[in-house]
């Protein structure tokens, strides 16, 4: 059976053998989606990391998806931003090929999971994303029977199992981290800045109030979904209904009950 860390390794990784190719008249870009997708370092983890590279330079390889006329930055923004500022002559990167945006983020995700240094909000947050975004509708997914195969990894278990199985911890917790995700989220579009606070521990939320958000976002989108009876709708129906009297269309117990429903008894 393929257990998600082989997956991981397997979608993560590179051939260790090759060397880092070493820039030179590359052209990068930087996707707003992609640079946001993943939180970004807090102030300190920042000026820690341009001190580092300002004394041994850029050791870690930045993550570069190589298209057809540019290299996408995947991992390694802050790094990418510190040769940037401090004027390096060069850095290290792998070529990565993906066939899509989303696929890219997908790779980030597993990324996230690669690194030692989560604390338990990102892990709960990361985990919440992963299963989120393998399940497709969120809404459908977490609110309702039985759950369906995750449809990035053909497993006979549900990606809830399959995610749980792998970290240790319980179904119901994977998707208690998913509705973390959804109000984190939520939470950070009302008010930006809230979810980097949140998972660097700097702001302190309970996960039972940041849940109860997600409820209530899946909950309203599940009843904006449902068909809204306009006034324009309802006056169509009862010129059906009586047109269809007037026909003769109607047996004796369905006209009493339409004219019990309109008042004309």
């Known amino acids: 059976?393929?257990?998600?860390?082989?997956?991981?390794?397997?979608?993560?990784?590179?051939?260790?053998?090759?060397?880092?190719?070493?820039?030179?008249?590359?052209?990068?870009?930087?996707?707003?989606?992609?640079?946001?997708?993943?939180?970004?370092?807090?102030?300190?983890?920042?000026?820690?990391?341009?001190?580092?590279?300002?004394?041994n330079g850029i050791k870690d390889p930045l993550i570069l998806w190589k298209r057809e006329d540019d290299h996408v930055i995947i991992d390694g923004h802050h790094r990418y931003e510190a040769y940037l500022k401090l004027n390096l002559k060069g850095f290290p990167f792998i070529e990565k090929h993906f066939n899509s945006l989303e696929e890219a983020k997908d790779w980030m995700i597993l990324n996230q999971f690669s690194r030692r240094n989560l604390n338990g909000k990102q892990l709960k947050y990361y985990r919440g994303l992963l299963y989120n975004r393998t399940k497709g509708d969120v809404s459908k997914n977490l609110l309702r029977?039985?759950?369906?195969?995750?449809?990035?990894?053909?497993?006979?278990?549900?990606?809830?199992?399959?995610?749980?199985?792998?970290?240790?911890?319980?179904?119901?917790?994977?998707?208690?981290?998913?509705?973390?995700?959804?109000?984190?989220?939520?939470?950070?579009?009302?008010?930006?800045?809230?979810?980097?606070?949140?998972?660097?521990?700097?702001?302190?939320?309970?996960d039972r109030r940041i849940q109860e958000l997600a409820l209530g976002k899946i909950e309203l989108s599940l009843t904006e979904r449902k068909v809204r009876i306009t006034p324009k709708k309802l006056e169509g129906a009862i010129a059906l209904i009586l047109q269809a009297k007037e026909e003769g269309l109607l047996n004796d117990e369905q006209n009493q009950q339409m004219m019990g429903i309109l008042g004309m008894e």
């Open 1 to 55: 059976m393929v257990r998600m860390s082989e997956l991981a390794r397997e979608v993560l990784s590179w051939d260790e053998k090759k060397k880092p190719l070493r820039s030179s008249d590359l052209l990068v870009t930087e996707i707003f989606e992609l640079k946001n997708f993943i939180s970004p370092l807090t102030e300190e983890e920042q000026n820690n990391l341009f001190e580092s590279i300002q004394k």
């Open 145 to 206: 029977g039985p759950q369906p195969k995750g449809k990035n990894f053909p497993l006979g278990k549900s990606t809830a199992e399959m995610i749980a199985e792998e970290q240790g911890v319980s179904g119901r917790t994977i998707k208690n981290d998913g509705l973390f995700q959804i109000g984190l989220d939520l939470l950070d579009s009302q008010e930006p800045g809230t979810k980097q606070a949140v998972l660097n521990g700097t702001k302190k939320i309970s």
